[in-house]
């Protein structure tokens, strides 16, 4: 949350407060502008724009002046060494070292330094202490080391033209091209053509300079005219946005490339924008936004929809997709990074395709500061490029299962008596919850690991009541700390040396919620062991094992400061400058939680959840996310859908939006249409603003409140498909929600659908409605031969590459089951997912066109970390027409625990099978025969019930009660 609101005591107090308050509030429904920079506001930005508009009136990217010095180049263990040279306007040259890792898993890196940086040979003006390299701690933080290794089998071969060709990545089918001078690279797979960086010749390396003061000409405002040698220095040294000063001690310090992706029309990904899932053209051309995306991790509340405007997480991965090929690009950078695309019709250039009438993106990345990192990523289907991604930033988390059932919050339940009340009443109105929250007014004042005695006097008896139905509490803990002396937390904060500094080396002070604040040093690891100190039970009153953590505000988001957050002269740990990783402090601050929460007892090793605003390429592997302060507006809740899918091709796919709309209240039509949608996010949380009247769902009425809670329910009975897609996510990085063009990878027409998806390798589709009075929805539906069967009365639809309009009044979510698929389900719905842990499954078999079908199952403890010990069950369903069904082992890696979890899972069973597009040849047949691996008797019998389907819907059939068990093999045999 961010809209400021306290109770300040004294006079001063008063006064800071209402002058926040017209500062921080304001009606609904408008970001302010004005506290965030535009591209033509930032020096960087500004500048590389102007040397791309230069370079493309000049008409020659030939003129990019910078060349590898051949002699330079060295080849050892899969990677390439050069120096390259730019040599400026005054014949001034300066070097930088190159560095190409070609890994073994196909991925090439392309890393640029600085030479005079990396030897520290600079000075830094206004005395400042920060390092003098450009910052090389991204990859720490991002990369797993996984996918690092290189592949020593490269080929490398330089020719008498000046180019060296490497062959690289699986049986060599890679190729970069590598052009001296000027300096580019091109890049093939199996021979086509995919990427070139510096194609259009907009590499930039701005090199360190001393700053040379000139002499002011008394009397003359104007400066005078530059000469064609010289460089307009306007933007290079001290910059000023909204009465804040950046001193910039490195003076101009950014490094920015394109890179052209050849043939493809559609690019994803650059979390975060309010956007739509294929980008858009940010320069010239109708329609198009008039600045590139931004990537700069700031607090930005009311969030503008459809535009380019940064938001509160930052992944600078992007996928570009083409029928037949997927290429990714990952910029890993932690400074401010704008992003331009523009699309152009082939031309001449790329006639060597001999394709006709394709289009390619052109993209424009520049970041402020630090090294240029790139990776470039060629595949054939986007679920390749996942698994590639993964294996450089890691997967992932796979949550405890209560995590992906439903979340209740809101700003703020009032007391511990308070939350009471609450839980009794979902029990009261039959609707399942599993995490109820508290925002930031359970502290004692915003200090956090203080509870409000007031109001919260027994937290641990809230914490018992919930336990008792298997329930969890989320509290909210930010990483500013009140300054107040007194304060245990800021005195050891402060004693330690552990607090984010100043560009004077002294505690940063900044003004956030509790006032005036410091703010942790996540980056620090003495930083991050004090802050686990701080968890343990005994310590942490109040907290027990079904309490969790909520960090909100890590951007950071700092009141009245430039662009929201902290000034980029700050330092962190090891003496870095605060602009060389800003877009990094929100994962590292998420990551100290969730190791502290590792922490909290010896001997209870569960697995954390930790929600994030802020985020970056590797945050998935530490918990969920949400989009932050939205609307209770229709628009949001459409915009939401992208937004989620986004998250997904962006590798961070445990996401959602705030269910029902931040600011303001919602009409109880949208409140409900946003429970049927927010029931397919992967994090499902309802929350509201302070300000806004409770909406519990109880709360509505009829038609209302059974409506959400079928829609609640409807979570719960898919909840071992989710759990199965999650599973999945951790493994090989697919989204958890897909969309179409993700799963019909071929299908042109499904690129730029972003309104409707897929719940993982389920065959599930959903499309929420997103508008006022609207009760059907079209619904696109890839030409993939199959049939389509309504999720609640097997209303045939057929694949044909159309859209088809189906009913959807107030009750009724429109979801289909895409044939060919077997979806796992569970259907006792109870008050939580803890207390469903034993039930017995139902299995939907949907069978394809070719009567066949298929799924998996995903189950484990959802608790701890057990599974990584072998101790789960993995499942294949087949249905094949001669066959019957059967239920195969998936679990190619059996542990230590794999025997005992099978043991205490022996009594689940599956309780029912429904087929649907059944075979017409069953009409009649009573039951099918049951083997199961293991049994006393050869085989038994269960019942088997036929029905007819007509009137558009498919024949159907039953099977009841085979009693087999889910951790088994078993056959169901039908003839
Ligand atoms: C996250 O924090 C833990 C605990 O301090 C540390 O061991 C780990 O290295 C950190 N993660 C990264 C990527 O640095």
Known sequence: ???????????????????????????????????????????????????????????????????????????????????????TLTKETFTFPLLISFLDSGVARVTLNEDKRQRGQIDLRHGS?????????????????????????????????????????????????????????????????????????????????????????????????????????????????????????????????????????????????ASPLSLKQTRGGEGSYDQPYRMFNSDVFEYDLDSPMTLYGSIPFMQAHQKGCTTGIFWLNGAETWVDVTKSKSTANSLTMGLGGHVDTQTHWMSESGLLDVFVMMASEPADLSRLYGELTGYSQLPQSFAIGYHQSRWNYVSDEDVKDVDRKFDKHDIPYDVIWLDLEWTNGKRWFQWDEHSFPDPISMNKQLDESHRKLVILTDPHIKSEGGYNIDDELKSQNLAVKNKNGNDYDGWCWPGSSHWID?????????????????????????????????????????????????????????????????????????????????????????????????????????????????????????????????????????????????SKELQTRWYQAGAFYPFFRAHAHIDTRRREPYLLGEPYTPIMAQAIKLRYQLLPAWYTAFHEASVDGSPIVRAQYYVHPSDEKGFAVDDQFYVGSTGLLVKPVTAEGSTNVDIYLAPDGENYYDYFDYTIHAGVGKTVQIDAPLEKIPLLMQGGHIIPRKDRPRRSSGLMKWDPYTLIVVLGKDGKAKGSLYVDDGETFDFQQGAFIHRQFVFEPEDGLRSVDLAARKGPKTADYLKVMKDVRVERIIVVNAPGSWEGQQSVRVVEEGAKSGSTNAPLSWHAGGDGKAAWAVIRDPRVGIGRDWRIVFS
């Not at 004005?34 to 500048?47: A, L, P, V, Y």
């Open 1 to 87: 949350m961010a809209c400021f609101r306290t109770r300040p005591a004294g006079w001063f107090s008063i006064i800071l407060f209402i002058s926040l308050f017209t500062l921080f509030c304001h009606p609904a429904g408008s970001v302010k502008h004005k506290d965030f920079k535009t591209c033509e506001q930032s020096g960087f930005c500004t500048r590389n724009r102007r040397l791309a508009d230069s370079v493309t009136a000049q008409g020659d990217p030939y003129l990019s002046p910078y060349h590898i010095d051949p002699r330079t180049l060295k080849v050892t263990n899969g990677q390439l060494e050069a120096i390259v040279t730019k040599t």
């Open 129 to 273: 202490t920060a390092r003098k390299e450009r910052y090389n701690g991204a990859a720490a933080w991002a990369l797993t080391g996984d996918g690092l290794k290189t592949n020593a089998n490269i080929k490398v071969a330089t020719d008498e033209q000046g180019f060296s060709k490497v062959a690289y990545g699986p049986d060599n089918r890679y190729e970069a091209t590598i052009r001296h001078n000027p300096f580019g690279i091109e890049f093939r797979k199996d021979g086509q053509k995919r990427v070139k960086l510096n194609d259009r010749g907009f590499l930039n390396m701005e090199h360190w300079r001393p700053k040379i003061e000139k002499p002011q000409v008394e009397g003359q405002d104007a400066q005078a005219p530059l000469t064609s040698l010289e460089e307009d220095e306007g933007t290079w040294w001290d910059e000023t946005f909204n009465g804040n000063t950046d001193s910039k001690p490195r003076g101009p310090e950014s490094m920015a490339m394109d890179i052209t992706l050849f043939g493809y029309e559609h690019v994803y990904g650059l979390a975060e924008h």
């Open 522 to 666: 996540s980056f620090s690891p003495a930083a991050r062991t004090w802050w686990k100190s701080l968890f343990p039970y005994d310590k942490f009153k109040g907290t027990m094992s079904n309490v969790w953590l909520w960090n909100d505000m890590n951007e950071p988001s700092v009141f009245g400061g430039p662009d929201m957050t902290m000034p980029r002269d700050n330092l962190h740990h090891d003496k870095w400058e605060h602009r060389d990783l800003h877009n990094i402090y929100g994962l590292t601050f998420h990551n100290a939680t969730y190791h502290a929460l590792l922490e909290r007892k010896k001997g209870e090793i569960l697995r954390p959840f930790v929600l994030t605003r802020s985020f970056y390429a590797g945050s998935q592997r530490l918990g969920a996310m949400w989009t932050g302060d939205n609307l209770a507006e229709w628009s949001h809740l459409q915009a939401s859908i992208p937004m989620t899918l986004n998250q997904g091709v962006s590798g961070f796919p445990f996401a959602g939006a705030d269910v029902g709309g931040f600011f303001g209240n919602p």
